[in-house]
């Protein structure tokens, strides 16, 4: 069900989580250290990827009190991100045109930037969301 109020949706965290060997869910939700780690170990072996199965309700509580809620929607952020990322088009989104256009140009600045987003991109909305 669809939660106005929540920063993250717990459907796109469990269709993320259907990848989650890459650690896409756990980028999603505001935890860079362990998505780069599930990342390189295939969700620990598999382990951790299925651990995760009954942990997302909880990650995604917890990133809905972590985030700042606003006119930016970390949703079609990620979604841009995941699919269009490269081109820049999660920035566009977001008003930073210049980076985006950047982006685009050098394909997420030879996907250096892409990797820097996974990291970071709650923060960036999160701060834009709060006016800063």
């Known amino acids: ?11 796109i965290g469990y269709i993320l989580w259907i990848f989650g060997f890459t650690g896409s869910h756990r980028f ?3 935890k860079p250290v362990s998505g780069t780690i599930y990342f390189f170990t295939l969700g620990l072996l598999g382990i951790g990827w299925i651990i995760d199965l009954f942990l997302i309700p909880g990650m995604d ?3 809905d009190r972590r985030f700042s809620d606003g006119i930016v929607d ?21 008003g930073k045109w210049i980076t ?6 050098t394909g997420g600045i ?3 930037g892409y990797l820097y987003d996974y990291w ?5 909305i999160s701060e834009l969301n709060s006016g800063g």
Do not use: C, E
């Open 110 to 112: 030879f996907a250096i």
């Open 1 to 11: 069900m669809y939660d106005p109020d929540s920063t993250h949706q717990k459907s």
């Open 74 to 94: 970390y949703t079609l952020a990620w979604v841009l991100l995941t699919f269009l990322g490269l081109f820049g088009v999660h920035r566009m989104y977001m």
């Open 61 to 63: 509580r917890q990133a």
């Open 120 to 124: 970071t991109l709650n923060a960036q």
């Open 28 to 30: 999603y939700y505001g």
């Open 100 to 105: 985006g256009i950047l982006y685009l140009a």
